[in-house]
């Protein structure tokens, strides 16, 4: 599983990134998915729970 903070353009929304892949990348045979989430809130600014 890999999640990443996207944001290429300032002033633009973060986007979140999900990647999540199963039977490895070695068969040719992999299964996942990658989804993407834009956030409401800038995750640099403060902690958020």
Known sequence: MDM???R???GKPYTL???I???GSADGKI???E???HL???PTI???Y
């Open 4 to 6: 990443e903070f996207l």
């Open 40 to 42: 409401w809130f800038d």
């Open 35 to 37: 989804m993407k989430f």
């Open 21 to 23: 892949y199963i039977k």
């Open 8 to 10: 290429t353009t300032f």
């Open 17 to 19: 990134q999900t990647n």
């Open 46 to 48: 403060d902690f958020h």
């Open 31 to 33: 299964i996942g998915r």
